[in-house]
């Protein structure tokens, strides 16, 4: 007999499931959903002027010996909002910050992110520690997005998780009803290129 993670008649947010003592796959489970790790085959973009980009690079490798970054906050505001804000002006993105989302007592509360494009959405989360369990959070987002966003053609839903210095992404197949996580990390500031590149990449693909 499977355990159960998630407790009858208790109402959960996005961030209880941060404290979950229970995997990934277990908790997308209990919320109808299978989970899978692998190497994602992520959109990349290079519409972009490199320069601007490497600009972004050198000055994370200048202010990180001058910040200091333990908080989420400070995440927020030096190394994760300085990309966000390059996204905007260079896309059509809107950028949803502190997004409501309430489906029921098993998914509800904020997203850290919520960018909308033309093409996609995607959903950030920015934690102070621990992928894998920033990752469980990040998968009931996207489940409560999945249902949220019924209306909406796209069959892929994009998650990233980030510390600030290190990201992650995942997938949402909606005809599937199965979340994969990438193998694969990326850090700030040596990867901002690939981060960039993914990030935009996803904003603007045309595959639905």
Same mark, same amino acid.
């Given at each position: 007999m499977k355990r159960r993670i998630l407790k009858e008649n208790r109402k959960y947010t996005f961030s209880d499931y941060f404290d979950l003592n229970g995997s990934t796959e277990e908790i997308a489970r209990e919320l109808g959903y299978s989970f899978y790790r692998e190497a994602i085959s992520l959109p990349r973009s290079e519409n972009y002027h490199s320069e601007d980009v490497k600009r972004l690079q050198d000055t994370? #490798?200048? &202010?990180?010996? =001058?910040?200091?970054?333990?908080?989420?906050? +400070? $995440?927020?505001?030096? %190394?994760?909002?300085?990309?966000?804000?390059?996204?905007?002006?260079?896309?059509?993105?809107?950028?949803?910050?502190?997004?409501?989302?309430?489906?029921?007592?098993?998914?509800?509360?904020?997203?850290? #992110?919520? &960018?909308?494009? =033309?093409?996609?959405?995607?959903?950030?989360? +920015? $934690?102070?520690?621990? %992928?894998?369990?920033?990752?469980?959070?990040?998968?009931?987002?996207?489940?409560?997005?999945?249902?949220?966003?019924?209306?909406?053609?796209?069959?892929?839903?994009?998650?990233?998780?980030?510390?600030?210095?290190?990201?992650?992404?995942?997938v949402l197949k909606r005809d599937e009803k199965h979340i994969i996580k990438d193998i694969d990390v990326y850090t700030i500031p040596g990867n901002t290129d690939r981060i960039f590149s993914i990030l935009l990449g996803i904003l603007t693909s045309q595959d639905v």
């Open positions: 994370f #490798y200048t &202010i990180l010996s =001058k910040i200091t970054t333990d908080s989420e906050i +400070a $995440k927020r505001e030096f %190394l994760i909002a300085p990309i966000l804000i390059e996204i905007a002006r260079i896309t059509d993105a809107r950028i949803n910050v502190e997004y409501p989302i309430e489906i029921n007592d098993k998914l509800s509360g904020s997203l850290d #992110y919520l &960018i909308r494009a =033309k093409q996609n959405l995607l959903v950030i989360e +920015a $934690k102070k520690g621990d %992928l894998d369990k920033g990752f469980s959070q990040l998968s009931a987002e996207l489940i409560a997005l999945d249902e949220y966003e019924e209306d909406n053609v796209q069959n892929i839903l994009y998650g990233a998780i980030t510390m600030g210095n290190v990201w992650g992404f995942g």
